[in-house]
């Protein structure tokens, strides 16, 4: 039997008394499991880091501020022993021995009757990571199966648990390194995507052959509007037995329809889950390095759509009460009527030497950004043939990191 052999457990501690001996980083890294565990966890240490004293002011466990002393692990399951007392963790080893308490020294492996593996956790799921003495292998294996699980590049689906249904995905702005770790993983086990133009598009390449990849633009809609064509898609493949992702472009709910594919996927009856994303109205101007708002400077920030014009009946938006903003105004869908709304704004008193950035293809390599005022961006926009996608950035915040 190698030497470094250990059997592996999974420990059920909710309500079992755990006992730690020492309060400096190893227990500041090792309690916030056992808390996760639910362990009636017994803190021994006449001090404690900053971290674990807030432990125990929140109530996650009981600290008494003395040294170890025999006795300390009656009724315990577990123990650690995290003091820089070689005396009194041979002592209290010793105890641990005596009583059957299984117990991990930080100080000396060799002398522990348990280890501690490198754990992580996904989903649902534990890994735990035991390499001996090599902790820092056992970390690096960690790493890269939690990494894997998270992200979907480790082919683990959730067969046993997962139910069709559909997921909203908010797929970022465009860079593939933009989704979420969710998102990521639930594109890896989808048997169906129905994908946007706009968001990261580089990741439908990497999804698997099976994978039945859907347009959402090219969805013929005949006698429907496009939305229902596409609401119709999801809930025939998710009735179909099927797990579909429909990946959208930043967040779903930020001028994306999530909502009315929620409600007609609630009214069909199907099970639906929505996941965030980065929505390009913040990470765009971010990736060109604007900050939507900055100390001293801009106080809030206002997301508008522009795809209706000021003057239309049809639209929602409060120009007059957006120009006296102080703030900054962040445009999406905005390039082609951005005349119009410039002059709107500048009809109602907003100046028109406002710093103006306009942002195209934001984090993607077709990024490029274009500058001007808010009495020039109109001019500036048709002059330099900027198309959408576009995000545009009305306000000082412009010129912050100029
Ligand atoms: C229908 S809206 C969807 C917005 C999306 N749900 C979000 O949260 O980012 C589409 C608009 O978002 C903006 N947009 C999305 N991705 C972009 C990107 N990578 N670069 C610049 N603008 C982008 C553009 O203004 C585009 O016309």
Known sequence: MPENFAYPVGLRLQGRRVVVLGAGQVAQRRLPALIAAGADILLVSPS????????????????????????????????????????????????????????VRSDDADAASAWTPATGRSEGVTVAVLTGQDPRRSAAVRD????????????????????????LVGGGPGDPDLITVRGRRLLAEADVVIADRLGPRDLLD????????????????????AQEAINNALIEHARAGKAVVRLKGGDPFVFGRGMEEAQALAEAGIACTVVP???SSISVPGAAGIPVTHRGVAHEFTVVSGHVAPEDP????????????????????AVEKIGRIAEALMAHGRDAGTPVAVVQEGTTAAQRRVDATLGTVAETVAAEGVRP??????????????
């Open 48 to 103: 404690a880091t900053p971290s674990v004293e807030a432990m125990a002011d929140a109530g996650e466990l009981r600290w008494e501020r003395r040294r170890y002393r025999s006795g300390d692990f009656e009724g315990a399951w577990y123990a650690l022993i995290t003091t820089d007392d070689p005396e009194a963790n041979a002592a209290a080893s010793a105890e641990a021995e005596a009583r059957r308490v299984w117990c």
């Open 144 to 167: 890269a199966v939690v990494e894997g699980l998270r992200d979907g590049s480790l082919a683990a689906p959730h067969r046993r648990s997962r139910t069709p249904g559909v997921a």
């Open 206 to 225: 990497e999804l698997p052959p099976h994978v039945e990849v859907i347009d959402a633009a090219k969805i013929p809609y005949g006698r429907f509007m």
């Open 277 to 279: 994303g980065i929505s």
């Open 314 to 333: 049809a639209s929602l938006v409060d120009w007059s009460a957006l120009a006296r903003l102080r703030g900054t105004l962040v445009l999406l869908m």
């Open 389 to 402: 996608p576009a995000v545009i950035v009305i306000g000082d915040v412009v010129a912050v990191g100029a």
